[in-house]
């Protein structure tokens, strides 16, 4: 019989992710700050969608709404502009 020390993938630890602000530039070269906000794994690379967001409070929003919907820790890291 073989032993396996792997989880199932169902098992691993998920958490929503809010940081920032970080550089970005808009369309007119400008420099502006954006938010990130996705769900990660315990090494903290993100699993699906990234959400880039140029307002904090929106990015806020949505870190929150996102772990109460998906029932996941948030693992808040940004900092107002």
Do not use: C
């Not at 007119?28 to 690379?45: C, K, L, R, S, T």
């Not at 699906?48 to 140029?54: D, M, N, P, S």
Request: charged letters at 30%; hydrophobic letters at 35%.
């Amino acid at each position: 019989m073989t032993t396996t020390t792997a989880k199932p993938i169902g098992a691993q630890w998920r958490g929503v992710f809010l940081d920032g602000p970080q550089p970005d530039v808009d369309d007119e070269g400008e420099e502006i700050p954006v938010w990130v906000v996705y769900v990660g794994n315990d090494d903290a690379d993100p699993i699906g969608t990234v959400y880039r967001l140029h307002h904090y409070k929106s990015a806020e929003l949505l870190a929150y709404r996102m772990a109460e919907d998906r029932d996941l820790e948030l693992i808040h890291e940004a900092l107002p502009d």
